[in-house]
């Protein structure tokens, strides 16, 4: 008698990918993330540290990323879970994911999305577009259309500490921005 696999039934994760997952989580980045600039798998391969993925079986389910901002944020980012799999709360815990990443840390947390309520549901608030760094809100394609959005982790900003801008010019991008800095003063 053949002994037959049984698959469980819940995905495991979040897992760190290797450098086989490439592929699936491009395939997974290009059907379920509409109207975001796709990654190219030598993107996802070069940050693929920054990766976490829900697999069921052998098959990659859900997938997020997250990238450094500045001194004091990351971004979450490639937010995609399969369409058989939507629903079943997989965005959700890989959002906590990102959270908990943000909190080790001491960080805070930003994302640009469509899907306002999502994030607002699970402890993120607006915040204007321009607060968000060039380099993260580049790919914005439809201005009006998404929202920014942070979550707070705790512990940011308590003991007096307090965040300054300074107007900085990009000489590449040729505009000039705010850069926010994070500074520690005894109050």
Same mark, same amino acid.
């Given at each position: 008698m053949l002994a037959r696999k049984i698959e469980p039934l819940e995905p495991a994760g979040p897992q760190t990918p290797g450098p086989a997952d490439v592929p699936a989580i491009e395939r997974l980045l290009r059907s379920r993330a509409p109207g975001c600039i796709p990654l190219e798998a030598e993107t996802?391969?070069?940050?693929?540290?920054? *990766?976490?993925?829900?697999?069921?079986?052998?098959? !990659?389910?859900?997938? @997020?990323?997250?990238?450094?901002?500045d001194l004091m944020r990351f971004e979450l980012r490639s937010l995609a879970v399969d369409?058989?799999?939507?629903?079943r709360g997989l965005g959700t815990r890989l959002v906590s994911w990102a959270v908990e990443q943000a909190e080790l840390l001491g960080k805070a947390l930003v994302c640009v999305?469509?899907?306002?309520? *999502?994030?607002?549901?699970r402890g993120?608030?607006? !915040?204007?577009?321009? @607060?968000?760094p060039p380099k993260a809100s580049a790919d914005v394609s439809a201005p009006g259309t998404r929202t920014a959005?942070?979550?707070?982790?705790?512990?940011?900003?308590?003991?007096?500490?307090t965040w300054t801008g300074e107007e900085v010019e990009h000489?590449?991008?040729?505009h000039v921005s705010t850069r926010e800095m994070f500074c520690r003063c005894p109050v």
């Open positions: 996802i391969r070069r940050h693929l540290h920054r *990766f976490a993925v829900y697999r069921h079986g052998d098959r !990659i389910v859900a997938t @997020a990323s997250l990238r450094p901002i369409e058989q799999w939507s629903g999305t469509r899907e306002r309520e *999502f994030f607002e549901a993120f608030h607006g !915040i204007p577009e321009e @607060a968000i959005m942070q979550y707070e982790a705790r512990g940011i900003l308590e003991g007096g500490e000489p590449r991008a040729g």
